[in-house]
């Protein structure tokens, strides 16, 4: 979760601890209210805001949980790991991340071929730690 995100809930539930309080109500779990503070039923919200605001910002046809592979898709493209892509989506192992994700990685398998042009370095003898096993490197 972002700085600013945590930000702006954790002042959501300072607010709402302040009215709970004054109504002797119990505070809710949820984040989402109704404007009489029910949760949001989600089929509710899809057809009645979910799909007005799409075309107005500029948006097709898409369902709320496409939003879950935005924001996989655009950690990747900004150079986060596969594990803290796996982490942030809560995939049961990387495996399952990399299967949905890993065509996204920018030139990754490029990168991976291009490192073995690299030349291969053999260190001198004199570079080797453990004296006791040096290597015999002829020049």
């Known amino acids: 979760m972002s700085t600013q995100l945590s930000s702006v809930l954790q002042e959501l539930l300072i607010e709402r601890r302040k009215s709970a309080f004054k109504a002797g109500t119990p505070i809710s779990t949820y984040v989402f209210l109704t404007p ?16 007005k605001v799409l075309p107005k910002a500029g948006l097709g046809d ?9 924001f996989a898709s ?4 900004n150079g986060e790991s596969l594990k803290y892509v796996q982490e942030q989506m809560g995939h049961s192992s990387i495996q399952v991340t990399a299967d949905i994700y890993g065509h ?3 030139g990754s398998n490029k990168a991976a071929v291009d490192r073995l ?3 291969i370095r053999i260190p001198a003898a004199s570079e080797v730690q453990n004296t006791d096993q040096k290597i015999a490197v002829s020049d």
């Not at 009489?36 to 799909?51: A, E, H, L």
């Not at 898409?62 to 935005?70: A, E, L, Q, S």
């Open 36 to 51: 009489s503070s029910t949760p949001v039923d989600g089929d509710n919200f899809r057809r009645r805001i979910f799909r």
């Open 62 to 70: 898409h369902h709320p949980h496409d939003m879950r592979h935005t």
């Open 74 to 77: 655009l950690l990747i493209q």
């Open 104 to 106: 996204l990685i920018p």
């Open 117 to 119: 042009d690299a030349p």
